[in-house]
């Protein structure tokens, strides 16, 4: 008996060690486990870099995050983008986030980023790198001060291979050198941008290249997206995307392209594929683009210039207000 109640004893001392260790290595976030069916749930700035440790998990945004306190963070560098420290294991890209990521319609506020004194091309912003089956959506961007002192640079995604769906960035984006957007900064073979817009403003680095107003180098998909912000650098710069062989499919951009002469286009410099997709060739101060139909700023407030998009009820992709606006995207009136 005397042994069977020592036995008792040890067997609760492990029951509560176990206890202990396993809320000491408890994910920490707000809620959830991490699955599809039951994501993390994300309340503030420091859970939300606390997505790095978890790169092949779900998540949702449960409200609003201010991040004005990055700029403080790790000696002024700021956030540690989520899926940063990548690599190539001779078959795939290792490190990437791979997770899905709902804003259910919250905002991150004032994110700071800098990483202009390196040259880390791996992909700067508040997702590194994503890989193919990652999903970002539901969430918009504003206020952001993001910098990166080589390629791969956007407030959303330096390197996007995954899905970014409703989606949206204010602020300004620095870089030192090429294939940074104010979204994205490189779409790849099998990333999908999709009604999603930018209205950051890509600063001049005298080094800026090979960028655009919403993606710097787009070689998958941009469809129903546009762009507002100025675009200022050096060479191969478009108004919505920079450089690329991918497509374009029912966008627009409207902002202001500034470079070196005969390096700067319209919609896009290269020379890809683009459907049904403007560009303002008044507020741009381009004629010209490696793709796409320059329109007045007149002629781009009235729905009839945009062939073929849906502006229908119910619910429909687009909305515009005749003669006022330029076309918006339906869930911006949500």
Not at 27 to 56: C, H, M, N, R, W
Not at 62 to 73: E, K, L, R
Not at 172 to 193: E, H, K, M, P, Y
Request: proline letters at 2%; hydrophobic letters at 35%.
């Amino acid at each position: 008996m005397r042994r069977s109640g020592s036995w008792q004893v040890g067997a609760l001392a492990l029951a509560v060690l176990c206890a202990w260790v396993m809320g000491a290595m408890a994910a920490p976030f707000s809620g959830g486990d991490g699955t599809e069916a039951a994501p993390y749930e994300i309340s503030t700035v420091e859970q939300l870099q606390a997505v790095k440790g978890y790169l092949d998990s779900h998540f949702i945004l449960a409200n609003d995050i201010d991040a004005s306190v990055t700029a403080a963070w790790n000696g002024g560098d700021g956030f540690e983008p989520i899926g940063y420290h990548t690599f190539w294991d001779g078959t795939t890209w290792q490190g990437v986030f791979n997770g899905t990521f709902d804003g259910q319609g919250f905002r991150i506020l004032n994110l700071h980023i800098d990483r202009f004194d390196t040259l880390d091309g791996t992909g700067i912003g508040l997702f590194g790198r994503t890989g193919p089956d990652a999903e970002i959506r539901n969430v918009g961007l504003e206020g952001v001060d993001i910098a990166g002192g080589s390629h791969n640079v956007g407030a959303l995604v330096g390197r996007n291979a995954g899905l970014v769906e409703e989606c949206y960035s204010t602020g300004t984006v620095r870089a030192g050198w090429q294939f940074n957007g104010g979204l994205v900064g490189a779409n790849d073979s099998g990333g999908v941008i999709s009604r999603s817009y930018s209205t950051v403003d890509l600063v001049n680095t005298d080094r800026l290249r090979n960028s655009g107003g919403l993606v710097g180098r787009n070689d998958a998909m941009v469809e129903n997206c546009y762009s507002t912000g100025s675009v200022d650098g050096l060479w191969f710069l478009g108004g919505l995307v920079g450089t690329g062989s991918g497509t374009i499919i029912n966008s627009y951009s409207t902002g202001k392209v500034t470079g070196a002469d005969g390096h700067t286009k319209g919609l896009t410099y290269s020379s890809m594929t683009a459907v049904s997709s403007y560009w303002d060739i008044e507020t741009s101060g381009q004629d010209d683009s490696g793709a796409g139909e320059g329109r007045t700023t007149e002629e781009m407030k009235q729905q009839a210039t945009f062939v073929g998009w849906d502006f229908g009820d119910a619910p429909g992709v687009w909305r515009i207000e005749e003669g006022v606006t330029y076309p918006y995207l339906a869930w911006q009136e949500v």
